[in-house]
Every structure is written in structure tokens, then in C-alpha cells.
């Protein structure tokens, strides 16, 4: 189950933690991407990069989000 992020008082959702390391991920990956030159081979490449903030996402609350 999440639980609330507690912040000077405020009660926030866990996605406020959880968006920013996915948003991390994607463009590390992305990065990566672009250094190899793999770019080139995606056919929708912003169809790809949504598709794979959405996975590092249900991948971090799988793995950060307590069972």
C-alpha cells in the first residue's frame, strides 16, 4: 500500500516521489539512446519515450511502494 509523504506538515501522494526518479530513468535512458545512435531505429519515438516513463513508473511503485 502507498503511503503519504509527510513534508513540513504537508501531506503529499507518493507520486511526488515516485514521477521525478521514473522522469530520471526515461532520460537516462534516452540519453543513452541518443550516445549510441539507437535513436535512429525507433519508429514513434514519442509514442516509445511515454511508453517507457509509464513502465520506470509502475517499475519504481512496484519496487518503492510497500507490499
Given amino acids: 500500500m502507498l503511503h503519504v509523504v509527510v513534508f513540513g506538515g504537508l501531506e503529499f501522494s507518493p507520486l511526488v516521489i515516485y514521477f521525478p526518479i521514473a522522469f530520471l530513468l526515461a532520460a537516462l535512458t534516452r540519453f543513452a539512446l541518443h550516445r549510441l545512435d539507437w535513436h535512429d531505429r525507433i519508429w ?3 509514442w516509445f519515450e ?3 516513463f509509464v513502465c ?3 517499475l519504481t511503485v512496484y519496487l ?3 507490499r
Fill in 56 to 58: 520506470y513508473l509502475a
Fill in 44 to 46: 514513434r519515438v514519442a
Fill in 64 to 66: 518503492l511502494g510497500g
Fill in 50 to 52: 511515454v511508453s517507457l
